[in-house]
């Protein structure tokens, strides 16, 4: 997800300074789902004065030694028509699910069993209480939330079921050894061609 599209989208709402900006994202419990740092939105914010897609809406000066003023920013045309193409772009992308254990998951017959037992334990722990967290979002703020907003959060609940039934797979493997064994059975690929 690109930052440019969250900011462009929140500034078509109002205009906003970037902690403003950041204040509404967590608002939204947007940042449940979008990773964004502070740094990496001052400077797309930065980099996309420069490109014109957004300008100086209005300047207030702070109060205070060596206080820098509070810079409230607005979407310009070019700004409207980048967010329009890349609402399109974005909606036109492949999807490959990818999360953080994929890739250990590989090796994880070289691990310590206990210690992945203990880690997807919390992982599933953390993912139960996504779930929680979500459901309650939904409970509180269904009623008036933005269509799009509302299935952009219904998604991220399916998403964490999903993950919680798979996590609760592994789990299971883990609590069982299944983990640590690496099977071979006849007609599979040679050790160099496995997954």
Known sequence: MSIR???LGLLMENNRHPYEIRQTIKARNWHMTFRIRDGSLYYAVDQMRE?????VAETIPVQGDNRPDKIVYRITDKGKDALRQMVHEEFDKDFYPQHPIFAPLVFARHADNAEMETLIAKRLTGCQDRIDRINGVLELKGGWLPH????MIEG????SEA???WLAVILEDARNGLLKIAERKP???PDGERC
């Open 148 to 151: 799009g907003s509302k299935r």
């Open 5 to 7: 599209l969250i900011i």
């Open 51 to 55: 490109d014109g897609l957004i300008e």
């Open 187 to 189: 007609g599979s690929p």
């Open 163 to 165: 993950e919680r039934d």
């Open 156 to 159: 991220v609940l399916r998403f």
